[in-house]
């Protein structure tokens, strides 16, 4: 090969190189936090030997702390030739177990066989690379390597080494993936609840007809058509149900919980879960501090991670529900959690366990290795999405024929107490006189509402937009409010509670909505409002309506809700 223009004037007993400005770096991350200017890509040497080890520049790439090697591509293989003191502490080896073989050793089973073919083909062409791949330590711990290699050439221009840096990124790579995916789930929620939203209208207008329907007079093959159409309207209110608790949209009632008390109280539907196939062993610490959470959803998830356990184990085997308290101070930020108490909630089975692919993806919805006849591949991504909404964390510890854990970590309760809520008075049968100001932007779900509360026996004031609300209120008599939450093109439910109640501030007001019930904890404490999710049934909105109207009626103040977190 012949002498390269290296950019810079070759001075006797000087280095020279060529830098490196419009070097190809696909990288993400620099050591200098800069693109590389004057740093080089090549150079050139005026005394090539490796002898002289007592200038403070060898002191320096010894002190450094960025690892670096150099391979000698004149002997057979390549081989490593040198190497500073921090490539030892970067892989583990020893000095002696790394000179004189070529750097292929720190390759592995899942190194990119492409990135491994980039840097051979650039080695082949004498061109500088940056790039980034998976090696191994000697322990067998992986980790990713931003590589830097270069040539070095004599000064009569013949290639007589190659200079490698290396730097740890295996951190900062952890950290991307984590905020991909955190932005992949975000997207995937935002779209997932506003189809829930639609759906659950859909469904009101078909759950709320067939409840009409079953009250006629119907032959019996009648009534079993419009019964098995009920039931499978049922099952899609829960599917909503799971797609609004993946996008931490649902509404929790949250009360302070002994969460060892709990999983005593629904031990029979654990054991009807999992079957007869499967062992069941807990092991619960005593004494635990309790916990602020919905019981109804966390059996709810509970039961989902315990299916999992038992698909996971179609020849039985082994689960064990554990619960134990973790104080997380130095070491809350590798849970991604406030340093604090936290109650834990461990399910472990013997089962196949999951490679590192399927269970970076195990929380995604409708992802699923079951197949579609077993499985929705909405039951993890329900129980995450619950976890995060109750302050706390999920975490999937699992191995290929190994079994998996699902742990759930929970925030100690705090001093304020969260009372249960009372239990509610069926007046399902009980209708009234009152006048009901009914607000729904969906022609269908209008039209089903006011002759739901018409057969009640209330006058119904129908209008489709909280404009038209206003408008029509004027001074006639209203004794509840009944109104959508949201309304898209124009006044929100929310905006006309908020002025409505400026107007009408003792007038009772019940919201409705199939999509972000949090959004209620917007509204000023002390308003009369109360809220029921879509789909609703005939009898639970007699229920409410009365409900609200006797509150009015008595001057009870109404509980207040137990709603999730607002996210940011």
């Known amino acids: 090969m012949t002498n390269k223009d290296h950019g810079e004037a070759n001075t006797a007993q000087e280095a020279t190189g060529e830098p490196a400005g419009n070097l190809k770096d696909p990288t993400s991350y620099s050591p200098t936090g800069n693109k590389g200017q004057h740093h080089w890509k090549s150079s050139t040497v005026a005394e090539p030997g490796l002898d002289q080890r007592g200038t403070v ?22 081989p490593i030739v040198f190497s500073n003191k921090a490539f030892l502490d970067l892989t583990g080896y020893e000095e002696a177990e790394v000179v004189g073989r070529n750097c292929r050793f720190l390759q592995g089973a899942d190194t990119d066989r492409e990135t491994v073919r980039e840097l051979r083909d650039a080695i082949a062409a004498e061109e500088a ?77 078909v759950a709320g007809n067939l409840d009409m329907l079953q009250g006629d007079e119907l032959t019996d093959r009648q009534h079993r058509l419009v019964g098995n159409a009920a039931r499978a309207a049922d099952r899609g209110s829960r599917l909503t ?17 002994d969460l060892n008390t709990l999983i005593h109280e629904f031990g029979d539907l654990i054991d009807n879960t999992v079957g007869a196939q499967v062992r069941l062993v807990t092991a619960l610490e005593r004494r635990l501090p309790e916990i602020d959470i919905d019981p109804t959803h966390l059996e709810m998830a509970v039961l989902n991670v315990l299916i999992n356990a038992r698909d996971a184990m179609p020849q039985g085997g082994k689960v064990t529900i554990a619960t134990e308290l973790w104080k997380l101070n130095g070491n809350a930020a590798a849970h991604q959690l406030p340093e604090g108490d936290y109650v ?33 591949g909405l039951g993890l991504a329900m129980v995450h999405g619950f976890v995060q909404q109750s302050r706390g964390r999920l975490e999937i510890d699992s191995e290929l ?37 009914l607000v729904e932007d969906s022609d269908d779900v209008r039209a089903l509402a006011q002759e739901q509360l018409e057969a009640l026996g209330y006058t119904v004031l129908v209008v489709s937009s909280g404009e038209e ?8 008599q209203v004794d509840l409010l009944f109104t959508d939450i949201v309304m898209p093109g124009g006044m929100s439910g929310l905006e006309l509670v908020e002025q409505f109640h400026a107007l009408r501030p003792e007038t009772p007001i019940l919201m409705t909505t199939g999509y972000n019930e949090d959004l209620v904890a917007d509204i000023p404490r002390g308003s009369r409002l109360d809220v029921i999710g879509k789909p609703y049934r005939r009898r639970e909105l007699a229920d409410r309506i009365r409900v609200a109207l006797d509150r009015h009626s008595t001057g009870e103040r109404p509980a207040e809700q137990g709603f999730g977190p607002k996210e940011g």
């Open 401 to 437: 024929g190994g079994g998996t854990t699902i742990r759930m970590l929970f925030p100690v309760a705090g001093t304020e107490s969260i009372a249960a809520p009372a239990p509610r008075v069926d007046r399902a049968s009980t209708g009234g006189s009152e006048t009901i100001l």
């Open 129 to 205: 690379i940056s790039i980034e791949i998976l090696n191994y330590r000697r322990d067998g711990s992986a980790f990713w390597n931003a590589v830097f290699v270069a040539p070095v050439y004599d000064a009569d221009g013949q290639l007589i080494y190659f200079f490698a840096s290396q730097l740890d990124v295996t951190r900062r790579r952890s950290s991307e993936q984590a905020f991909r995916q955190a932005q992949k789930m975000e997207a995937i929620g935002q779209l997932t609840a506003g189809l829930a939203h639609d759906f659950n209208n859909l469904l009101q207008v």
């Open 57 to 78: 520049f060898f002191a320096a790439l010894q002190m450094t702390r960025m690892p670096m090697i150099l391979t000698d591509p004149r002997q057979d293989d390549n």
């Open 344 to 376: 834990v909630l461990a399910i472990s089975d013997e089962g196949v366990g999951m490679n590192e692919e399927v269970r970076q993806r195990a929380i995604e919805p409708f992802f699923t290795t079951k197949g579609s006849e077993r499985g929705t």
């Open 469 to 476: 609300a206003l408008a029509l209120l004027g001074d006639r």
């Open 241 to 257: 149900r799971q797609l609004l608790a993946f996008a931490r949209k649902t509404r929790l009632e949250p009360r302070r919980t």
